[in-house]
T-cell receptor, first 115, second 116 residues
Framework: NAGVTQTPKFRVLKTGQSMTLLCAQD?????MYWYRQDPGMGLRLIHY???????AKGEVPDGYNVSRLKKQNFLLGLESAAPSQTSVYFC??????????????FGDGTRLSIL | AQKITQTQPGMFVQEKEAVTLDCTYD???????LFWYKQPSSGEMIFLIY??????QNATEGRYSLNFQKARKSANLVISASQLGDSAMYFC?????????????FGTGTSLTVIP
C-alpha cells in the first residue's frame, strides 16, 4: 500500500551541484505533478505530466527539468542548484481530472537545502 | 486566470467547538472541483473533502463539511467538534478542467490551532 513514494526525504546541496528527485507511484495514475512549498506561499506547481513520455511547465518551472520515461515514475532534476531552490518538494499523482473527481495523492515530501 | 484565496493565515479554536476556514476561488470554467487538504506538522498532505461544481448538496465527510456557495465563489471548510489532532495547516485547492491544462491550484493555507 505504498501510494506515492519520494526519494530522498532530506538532502543538503552546495550551490551549483546537481541532483535528481525521484517520485514513484503504484496507483496506475496518468497524471503526475511536482510542487514546491515555501512558507506563506502554499504549493506552487513546477512541472507536471499527463502521461508517459509527456511533460509540461507549471507556475514556477525555471531551474528545473523533469522526465517521465515510465508511467509510474516522475523525476525532477536540478541542474545547477541555487539557494532560492531551498524548499520542500512534493510529488503528487492523480487520475485524469477530466474524467475523475478523485483528489491528488501526495508523497511525504523532500526537504532540500541549498547552501 | 484561476485563483484560490485563503484570507486567514492563522486561526484558533477551543477544543470541541466548531470552526470555519474560508476559501474563495475565481474561475471562468463552468466545471470545476474544490478540494481541502490537511497538512499536520509531520508534513504529509492528507485529502479531506471534495466538492464538484455541479453537486447540488454540500459535501460532508465525518466531522468535515464544505459550505459551498457557488454564486459567491466560496468553499469554506467547517470542522465540527474540534480535536487537538486537528491542529494543522489546511489548504484549499481547485481543479478547473477546461482552462487550466488539468492543473490543481492551491491557496496559501490557514494554520489552525486547537486550544485545550
Amino acid at each position: 500500500n505504498a501510494g506515492v513514494t519520494q526519494t530522498p526525504k532530506f538532502r543538503v546541496l552546495k550551490t551549483g551541484q546537481s541532483m535528481t528527485l525521484l517520485c514513484a507511484q503504484d496507483m496506475n495514475h496518468e497524471y503526475m505533478y511536482w510542487y514546491r512549498q515555501d512558507p506563506g506561499m502554499g504549493l506552487r506547481l513546477i512541472h507536471y505530466s499527463v502521461g508517459e513520455g509527456t511533460t509540461a511547465k507549471g507556475e514556477v518551472p525555471d531551474g528545473y527539468n523533469v522526465s517521465r520515461l515510465k508511467k509510474q515514475n516522475f523525476l525532477l532534476g536540478l541542474e545547477s542548484a541555487a539557494p532560492s531552490q531551498t524548499s520542500v518538494y512534493f510529488c503528487a499523482s492523480s487520475y485524469d481530472p477530466v474524467i475523475s473527481n478523485q483528489p491528488q495523492h501526495f508523497g511525504d515530501g523532500t526537504r532540500l537545502s541549498i547552501l | 486566470a484561476q485563483k484560490i484565496t485563503q484570507t486567514q493565515p492563522g486561526m484558533f479554536v477551543q477544543e470541541k467547538e466548531a470552526v470555519t476556514l474560508d476559501c474563495t476561488y475565481d474561475t471562468s470554467d463552468p466545471s470545476y472541483g474544490l478540494f481541502w487538504y490537511k497538512q499536520p506538522s509531520s508534513g504529509e498532505m492528507i485529502f479531506l473533502i471534495y466538492q464538484g461544481s455541479y453537486d447540488q448538496q454540500n459535501a460532508t465527510e465525518g466531522r468535515y463539511s464544505l459550505n459551498f456557495q457557488k454564486a459567491r465563489k466560496s468553499a469554506n471548510l467547517v470542522i465540527s467538534a474540534s480535536q487537538l489532532g486537528d491542529s494543522a495547516m489546511y489548504f484549499c485547492a481547485m481543479r478547473a478542467v477546461l482552462n487550466t491544462g488539468n492543473q490543481f491550484y492551491f491557496g496559501t493555507g490557514t494554520s489552525l490551532t486547537v486550544i485545550p
